[in-house]
């Protein structure tokens, strides 16, 4: 089995080709990442000397370079974890996120169309669906829940996951689609709530919190995502959507309150809200959880114990994170 995993020097395919070669032994993966600013090699030091996995440094939007690489590899399955995934910087610059996660799709689904495979797996996000009232705890995700995109961020998602759809009714590309909420654990960029918390009471800096810090989100710990699309791509119907959610609903305040509890210090700075910003993420896993068998095993404070750790434990990878582009990024946002 040939697998190529694009976005796989990110957070979330990064962890999912650690999970991949310890599990399948015997599988050959191909990560192709462009390793723009959230993409990092280290992240996958433990690979590289794996005589079954091999990385290209590619940009997924770029034809000719992606049909050369299908040429030569063959893959069976391809795995799209390649995507622009910060609201704030879609908001500043929608251009790429239109780019990397529609055109790139598009490229990736126009290389499985001509050269063939047995399954390609979009991995989307539960921001496609919009958001939902705080005071409706009743009211979740659902797959039939309709598209209604906040961010340029989600729509350039909404758009990957239609196109994706469209592909497998014109011209019957063997698809899956999975939706998953927040995602955490390590080697999580630290431009994201839970990483830059974490690291930013390391450094003794201000912790800042959008508006009053009542959004709430879903939490997924990252290996159990990981263990979702395993069984997607292995026993999912093709072309169905599967949500992918935690059961570990929490405030962003919550959140960030466990945090400094965990590491005994950490002050709390209120920002500006962020515009268009979503009040909750709540997903309904039962499709999943009936179809395939699957259910997180990760509650979340364990999961955030075992992040904690992670980060106190590889200082060195993400201190450098710390300085140049994202302090520059952060700085312009006033929440630093």
Not at 108 to 116: E, Q
Not at 230 to 235: A, E, G, M, V
Not at 255 to 284: F, S, T
Request: hydrophobic share 35%; glycine share 6%.
């Amino acid at each position: 089995m040939k697998i190529i995993v694009t976005g796989g020097a990110g957070f979330i395919g990064g962890n999912f080709i650690h999970y991949l070669l310890k599990k399948y032994a015997e599988y050959e993966i191909i990560c192709i990442d462009k390793l723009t600013y959230a993409g990092n090699l280290e992240t996958l030091d433990l690979m590289i000397n794996n005589p079954h996995f091999n990385f290209i440094r590619a940009d997924i939007a770029d034809r000719r370079l992606v049909y050369k690489i299908f040429e030569e590899e063959k893959p069976n399955i391809v795995i799209n974890f390649a995507a622009e995934s910060h609201v704030d910087r879609s908001i500043e610059d929608p251009a790429i996120f239109l780019r990397t996660n529609v055109v790139g799709t598009q490229v990736l689904l126009d290389a499985c169309r001509h050269y063939g495979i047995d399954r390609y797996h979009q991995v989307s996000t539960d921001e496609v669906y919009g958001d939902l009232p705080i005071d409706r705890p009743d009211l979740f995700f659902t797959e039939e829940t309709p598209i209604h995109a906040s961010s340029p961020y989600s729509a350039s998602k909404a758009c990957a996951d239609l196109l994706v759809q469209a592909y497998y009714r014109t011209y019957g590309i063997p698809v899956t689609i999975s939706r998953c909420s927040n995602n955490y654990g390590p080697y999580h960029y630290p431009e994201k709530l839970i990483p830059l918390m974490i690291t930013n009471v390391l450094n003794d800096k201000p912790l800042p919190v959008y508006g009053t810090g009542e959004n709430v989100r879903d939490w997924l710990y990252v290996e159990d995502h990981c263990t979702a699309i395993d069984l997607i791509i292995h026993r999912g119907k093709v072309g169905e959507i599967y949500n992918i959610g935690g059961h570990n609903e929490r405030t962003n305040l919550e959140v960030v309150q466990i945090i400094i509890k965990e590491l005994g210090k950490g002050e709390i700075e209120y920002v500006k809200d962020r515009a268009g910003h979503d009040r909750r993420y709540a997903i309904d896993s039962t499709k999943i959880e009936n179809e395939l068998g699957w259910y997180p095993a990760i509650e979340f404070n364990d999961g955030i114990k075992r992040t904690i750790q992670w980060y106190l434990n590889n200082r060195q990878w993400w201190e450098k994170f710390n300085s140049g582009e994202n302090k520059k990024y952060y700085k312009s946002l006033n929440t630093l």
